[in-house]
């Protein structure tokens, strides 16, 4: 088990759709960094629960997208994990990308989706969902192309997929992130 400190040092700051960016120690995770040239392996997003104080994470994994205790996960974890605010601009959306995000917890695991990203790049689809992919069209499906927010229309330009170590980088988090593991 890991020690949590970090985490609860950050964690009454962290809010529904931050970033969580994850930076493995497993083989899988060595060989994303080394086909991909990123640091971040996974990506994920926090979801706070207030009524209960319970802070989750929606994250695309091998059993599809699902809600997990971000404190759960934090403490199996064998590698660091890095948290990245949600810029204010974007803050009044959240609940838009959320529900979009929520609306599509147990849809598959993209393998093909991921398999193809560690060759070359992948075309946005959500019929199955890999981790950066999961995140990246909460924004893109839900806020700039079914509700047409002027504030997101740049998200319409992006046609691949980001990887995982790019995606703090697109505009919509802060980059420097803050390590919580």
């Known amino acids: 088990m890991n020690d949590l400190k970090r985490y609860l040092t950050f964690r009454d700051q962290i809010q529904t759709m931050d970033l969580i960016q994850w930076h493995g120690d497993s083989l ?18 926090a979801c706070r629960l207030a009524d209960v104080d319970r802070v989750m ?14 404190s759960k996960v934090l403490a199996k974890y064998h590698g660091k994990a890095y948290w990245h605010p949600l810029k204010e601009e974007y803050r009044p959306y959240v609940a838009h990308a959320f529900n979009w995000m929520y609306d ?27 981790c950066s992919e999961y995140v990246f069209l909460g924004w893109k499906v839900r ?5 047409v927010i002027e504030l997101f229309e740049w998200l319409l330009d992006i046609k691949e997929v980001p990887l ?9 988090y802060q980059e420097e992130g803050k390590r919580i593991l």
Not at 59 to 67: D, K, L, M, N, Y
Not at 106 to 128: K, M, N, P, Q, W
Not at 164 to 172: A, D, N, Q, R
Request: glycine content about 14%.
């Open 57 to 70: 994470t929606l994250e695309a994994i091998s059993r599809g997208a699902v809600p997990n205790p971000l």
């Open 28 to 45: 899988i995770s060595k060989i994303i960094r080394w086909k991909t040239g990123g640091s971040e392996t996974h990506s994920g997003v």
């Open 104 to 130: 599509k917890i147990g849809t598959g695991y993209d393998y093909e989706g991921i398999g193809s990203h560690l060759f070359g790049r992948v075309s946005a689809d959500a019929r199955a969902l890999f």
């Open 143 to 147: 806020c700039a192309e079914e509700l």
């Open 164 to 172: 995982p170590s790019e995606l703090h980088k697109i505009g919509i």
